[in-house]
T-cell receptor
Framework: SAVISQKPSRDICQRGTSLTIQCQVDSQVTMMFWYRQQPGQSLTLIATANQGSEATYESGFVIDKFPISRPNLTFSTLTVSNMSPEDSSIYLC?????????????FGPGTRLTVL | SQQGEEDPQALSIQEGENATMNCSYKTSINNLQWYRQNSGRGLVHLILIRSNEREKHSGRLRVTLDTSKKSSSLLITASRAADTASYFCATDPLIQGAQKLVFGQGTRLTINP
């Protein structure tokens, strides 16, 4: 299994500011993802972080609001830009290996963001 | 968009009883994965069951998959207070190149001592 860490674990931010969340995986994985979980809700995929190229965003999410980087196979960042209270959520990094034998997808501990 | 629907949305049982949660989905899948989430924390991976498998066990967990009915169930036997959490099913759709999990709404399980 992959061990995933995220920083920060939580933050309280002011409206209009930006926060960058870091995600580190302990081994080289093929795919990394960012999810959002709004209070009391299930998980929604924001984007797939592609190594060395632009992330692939899901409908309703745009690069200007959620820029993502993935400079290598084990590290990715998600920035939540120009925050509003509606961005208050748990943001989760996730990773999986590709290939038939390694389809499990693992999650980090999450970053709990509160925007005032 | 959410593919999975979980039922019940909330379940409350006594410690020692068995808990069963169900998940239904809409499209063909490569596999289905079950996760546990303790309040406000990350997801813990429980079991992955592939589309050609019908049942898997892990400790006190038993997962079944019925692809003809597009449904899965998670059974937790001899429940403990520490099993109190939200449980999510996630499907890996059989769409070439997708490799993106789609989550159900989750079941909130409460184990009463």
């Amino acid at each position: 299994s992959a061990v995933i860490s995220q920083k920060p674990s939580r933050d309280i931010c002011q409206r209009g500011t930006s926060l960058t969340i870091q995600c580190q995986v302990d081994s080289q994985v093929t795919m990394m993802f960012w999810y959002r979980q709004q209070p009391g809700q299930s998980l929604t995929l924001i984007a797939t972080a592609n190594q060395g190229s632009e992330a692939t965003y899901e409908s309703g999410f745009v690069i200007d609001k959620f820029p993502i980087s993935r400079p290598n196979l084990t590290f990715s960042t998600l920035t939540v830009s120009n925050m509003s209270p509606e961005d208050s959520s748990i943001y989760l990094c996730s990773a999986r290996y590709s290939g038939y034998s390694y389809n499990e997808q693992f999650f980090g501990p999450g970053t709990r963001l509160t925007v005032l | 968009s959410q593919q999975g629907e979980e039922d019940p949305q909330a379940l409350s049982i006594q410690e020692g009883e068995n808990a069963t949660m169900n998940c239904s989905y809409k499209t063909s899948i490569n596999n289905l994965q079950w996760y546990r989430q303790n309040s406000g924390r990350g997801l813990v991976h429980l079991i992955l069951i592939r589309s050609n498998e019908r049942e898997k066990h892990s400790g006190r967990l038993r997962v079944t998959l019925d692809t003809s009915k597009k449904s899965s169930s998670l059974l937790i036997t001899a429940s403990r207070a520490a099993d109190t959490a939200s449980y999510f099913c996630a499907t890996d759709p059989l769409i070439q190149g997708a490799q993106k999990l789609v989550f159900g709404q989750g079941t909130r399980l409460t184990i009463n001592p």
